[in-house]
């Protein structure tokens, strides 16, 4: 549209018989013809704009110095608006996929954690009954995977049996599920 606006704004130029013939013809290779003025737009917006805009400002009226500034400055600000729109978008996708990545991490972690605690309750578990009671428990304490797990949880062995007590639902047995979702919530309050 701006080629063929400016196309019809030199015309009165190119054609007037007492004008500079050789600026004429400059003018006419930049804007004579509706393709001529539309490989020059492509030049003004993608490559080197001043030899355009120069022929025109300085050889046929200032008013185009405007033209092509505002012209510039708009495509300028739209290539740009849209780069930065993509620019956006692609930056919440990502982060989209960083938290969903992060949560799928989290359940993984948190499986792994649950079939670990449930391989210790069954080591701990002697009689295989399917409780386990503080006596059964407490001799597992020197063990240095129990160490290491309670130590991870920032358990203080020296609080151990009020943990326990807290993991009991009164009956002084713990079940697995006892045991895992005790755990579970100690670890998510460390």
């Known amino acids: 549209i701006a080629g063929m ?3 019809q704004l030199v015309e009165g130029f190119l054609t007037n018989p007492d004008g ?7 003018v006419f290779l930049y804007y004579g013809t509706f393709w001529r003025s539309m490989i020059t737009m492509f030049e003004i917006t993608f490559a080197n704009w001043a030899p355009a805009c ?3 400002l300085d050889n046929v009226g200032e008013g185009f110095g405007l033209f092509f500034l505002v012209y510039r400055c708009a495509i300028g600000f739209a290539v740009l608006a849209v780069i930065q729109a993509v620019f956006i978008q692609q930056t919440m996708k990502t982060a989209q996929q960083d ?13 792994k954690l649950i079939l670990r605690l449930q391989s210790i309750f069954k080591a701990v578990d002697e009689s295989g009954d399917g409780y386990v009671c503080w006596e059964e428990f407490e001799p597992h ?13 920032e ?7 009020t943990v326990f ?3 009991d639902d009164g009956d002084g047995l713990l079940t697995v599920e006892e045991f895992t979702t005790g755990v579970l919530s100690l670890k998510g309050s460390a």
């Open 20 to 26: 500079n013939k050789q600026l004429q013809r400059q």
């Open 5 to 7: 606006l400016l196309s």
């Open 141 to 153: 304490l020197s063990d240095p995977n129990m160490k290491l797990m309670l130590s991870t949880l």
């Open 99 to 111: 938290v969903e990545f992060m949560m799928r991490q989290k359940s993984n972690e948190k499986a």
């Open 54 to 56: 120069r022929l025109l």
């Open 165 to 167: 007590q807290l993991m």
């Open 155 to 161: 358990i203080d062995m020296k609080d151990i049996r």
